[in-house]
């Protein structure tokens, strides 16, 4: 039976003693601290302006699908 250690990589064309980038727990990056609902941080979101037209954009979609429901339902009662 062989062991893991005699048998040789196959198909691999890199070092052996290349690793790949894996964090090193001797020298561990610093850690950021989370951002927090209490604590904003860089971006905050759009502006008020912004707001106003996206929501009349989200408003007038809402009305485009209502008023193609109802097409679809008067014609459907004329089909009965």
Known sequence: ???LKTEKPT???RPLLE????PDPLRP????PLP???RPGQYIGPREE???RILK???DRLTTIENRLKTIEEQLK???
Not at 29 to 32: A, D, G, N, V
């Open 1 to 3: 039976m062989k062991t």
């Open 50 to 52: 912004e707001l106003g």
């Open 19 to 22: 690793r790949p980038n894996l």
């Open 29 to 32: 990056r610093p850690i950021e």
């Open 57 to 59: 954009e989200i408003l």
């Open 36 to 38: 927090s609902p209490l």
């Open 11 to 13: 198909g691999s064309t």
């Open 78 to 80: 004329t089909r009965r």
